[in-house]
């Protein structure tokens, strides 16, 4: 693992959500302060839902500097955005109906097609947005990640080929639960953001998340998260924590 990484370990899931929304608004004024924007990438999952609702609340709903923020999405299962394990239809519902960012600064991963042509798709606009902001580099500000008990992360899985092709930025894969074709973001995007943040909440992670933090030969797919321009944020309530040799409140 990349050498800059924290560790945040708070009491609860609540506490770990409020902590997570209060990280996203710390970046999202720092960048804005530096380059005008927030490029941010979002995870499905249950794990960053609650933080998605406390950030449709205030003090964020108001605070948040929506009108700057860009949300694209890490993963997506190719579904209906109405079907209930669409990763944006739950953030459309927890987050996206509510605040006031513009229509065009919210970037769904297109689920409907094929999933080859949905990953080229986004591929093409992902390339388009980071030019208009004068880079030929996918540089997210935040990637939110969560991980799988299988030590999955995005939607890559273990045993399944991940591209390594610096030029591939989304990939089309099928599998996980529920086991779809998706689309992901690959380690070429991911590994190059500012600032990477993993949520894991609850005992049933446990396990993995010390292997992924304390064992430096891990081959696990999120062990290849590697912040190669910033830095590693793993945000852990107690029970994700509890394995671990040495915590950091
Ligand atoms: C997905 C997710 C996936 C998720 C983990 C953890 O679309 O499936 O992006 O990578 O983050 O499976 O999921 P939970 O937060 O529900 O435990």
Not at 138 to 163: K, M, N
């Amino acid at each position: 693992m990349a050498a800059k990484i924290e560790i945040i370990t708070t009491s609860d899931a609540g506490r770990l959500a409020e902590k997570g929304a209060e990280l996203l608004y710390n970046t999202a004024k720092e960048a804005v302060a530096r380059k005008d924007s927030f490029a941010v990438a979002v995870s499905g999952g249950s794990t960053p839902r609650a933080m998605h609702r406390l950030l449709s609340q205030e003090p964020y709903l108001a605070d948040m500097p929506w009108q700057k923020t860009h949300f694209f999405w890490v993963d997506e299962r190719m579904l209906p955005f109405d079907h209930p394990d669409s990763n944006y239809g739950a953030a459309q519902k927890d987050l996206m109906s509510i605040i006031p960012i513009p229509a065009d600064q919210v970037y769904p991963m297109p689920a409907m097609m094929r999933s080859e042509e949905g990953a080229d798709l986004y591929q093409a606009k992902l390339k388009t947005f980071f030019q208009d902001l004068g880079s030929l580099d996918p540089v997210f500000d935040l990637i939110i990640l969560g991980i799988g008990t299988d030590g999955h992360t995005a939607s890559l899985f273990p045993g399944q080929p991940s591209s390594q092709e610096p030029d591939r930025w989304v990939l089309s894969v099928k599998g996980g639960q529920p086991d779809v074709f998706r689309l992901t973001l690959t380690y070429a995007v991911l590994n190059r953001a500012r600032h990477i943040l993993f949520l894991a909440s609850g005992g049933a992670k446990a396990a993995v998340v010390k292997t992924l933090i304390e064992d430096s030969r891990s081959q696990l797919p999120a062990a290849k998260i590697q912040a190669l321009n910033g830095k590693i944020t793993w945000l852990l309530d107690q029970k994700a924590a509890s394995l671990l040799v040495e915590k950091k409140g």
